[in-house]
């Protein structure tokens, strides 16, 4: 291979890559990050926070950086905890908003509803005799 041809395909490769990357959709840096940990003991927790609560403002876009790990129990599929949001008012279930986590980090893109108002987060894998008390407090604000 020619010297020419090298830089050629190391120019062409350049390009293509600038071409991936102003593709890329750009809002994950834009979102708010909130890290939470589904933990072993059927609890959810976030640093600094003795009781977990997450409040956003309505529409916006969060990445919900998630570490879960393994509780005494999990589903077929492997995963060993779960996140659905519910309308506090009538316990119904937020599009979109039912995740499953597998053990380790993941990492989730997401728009918090438009409704302001009072959420509530579950597990909904049976992860322990202790599942039932795997919940927190989501708070939309206007």
Not at 7 to 36: D, H, K, N, W, Y
Not at 68 to 86: E, M, P, Q, V, Y
Not at 87 to 115: C, H, N, S
Not at 116 to 132: K, L, M, N, Q
Request: aromatic share 8%.
């Amino acid at each position: 291979m020619t010297t020419r041809s090298t830089i050629r395909r190391i120019f062409v490769g350049i390009a293509a890559a600038s071409v991936f990357l102003a593709t890329v959709p750009r809002t994950s840096a834009q979102a708010r990050v909130i890290e939470v940990t589904a933990d072993s003991d059927s609890r959810y927790k976030i640093a600094g926070q003795h009781t977990p609560e997450i409040t956003v403002k309505a529409g916006e876009q969060i990445l919900l950086r998630v570490t879960a790990h393994r509780g005494k129990t999990w589903n077929r599929d492997g995963s060993i905890h779960g996140f659905t949001l519910l309308r506090a008012k009538d316990r119904t279930k937020v599009d979109g908003w039912d995740l499953l986590f597998k053990p380790g980090a993941q990492e989730f893109l997401l728009t918090v509803p438009k409704e302001p108002g009072a959420y509530e987060v579950v597990c909904t894998v049976i992860c322990s005799e202790d599942h039932e008390g795997m919940h927190m407090k989501f708070t939309v604000l206007p």
